[in-house]
């Protein structure tokens, strides 16, 4: 049975940084994805998900600096995919990575990643996956073990096998995202991904090489201990998620941890940080 979800229809002006803004608020109290558009973007939230006010607590709808109109309706999933395939633009990292749907060309990058979005966060659009993409381009990958908390699409994921990681570990607590990040990880051929549907709770006993965990600032802090308990001595710790004015609170917290930054990315106010376990 399709989910239904609430469209809401965002028309901003000026649009940067207010729609990051916005996405990062939406994001928080449960909307699921966003499409942008010319005037703005349309952002999703399931309907059980969904109540009267839960616009009531966005703090950027009553700015000053931005003007913000919205109206929204009830959508059939099916309505979304469309939106995607009309939406979807191909990106590319540093000229050396192409992400990039099925029907779009392929420009022969040294890498690329295929991906059909549907519900997931994760085409590479985003500056917290294109700086993780960045930071991973960076590492020696070949048979580390390695874990994507919060997988969205799979897009990191595939990307590590890409780079030559083995075995890996995917889980997002979405079930969507779960479902999504299968199909992808068939679509791009990965045969060393296990896909999970949960969240930190699913960490017991598993030590990783590299981790990577493009989530949000709260959850990065509620979960740093965990993920850090499941890396090896040495071991890398990739966060995004969050803005460049977050980065004492999650150092504070890594530091608790024996964790030692070793480099941070940036893209307009967000930031992505590499750690190190002592
Ligand atoms: C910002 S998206 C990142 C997706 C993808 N990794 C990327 O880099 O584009 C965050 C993902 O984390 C998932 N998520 C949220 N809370 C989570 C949690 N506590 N544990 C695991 N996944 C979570 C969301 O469903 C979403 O797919």
Sequence with gaps: ??????????????????TEILVAELGEVGFESFVENETGMLAYIQKNDWFETILDDIFILNSDEFEIEYDFHEVAQTNWNEEWEKNFEPIQVDDLVSIRAPFHENPNLQYQII?????????GHHETTHMMIQHLLELDLKNKKVLDMGC????????????????I?????????????????????????????????LLTNQKYDVIIANINRNILLADMKIYTNCLEKDGILLLSGFYEEDLPIIDEEASKNQLKLQKTKTKNQWLSAHYKKQ
Excluded at 8 to 17: H, N, R
């Design 169 to 201: 570990d995917a889980i997002d607590i979405d079930e969507w995202c779960y479902t999504n990040s299968i199909e992808n990880v068939e679509r791009n051929n990965c045969n060393h991904i296990t896909v999970y549907q949960g969240d930190a709770s």
């Design 115 to 123: 991906i059909e979005p549907k519900m997931s966060f994760g085409t």
């Design 152 to 167: 969205g699409t799979g897009i990191l994921a595939i990307f590590a096998e890409i780079k030559g990681a083995k075995p």
């Design 1 to 18: 049975m399709d989910n239904i979800y609430i469209e809401y229809d965002f028309k901003i002006s000026p649009k940067e940084p207010a």
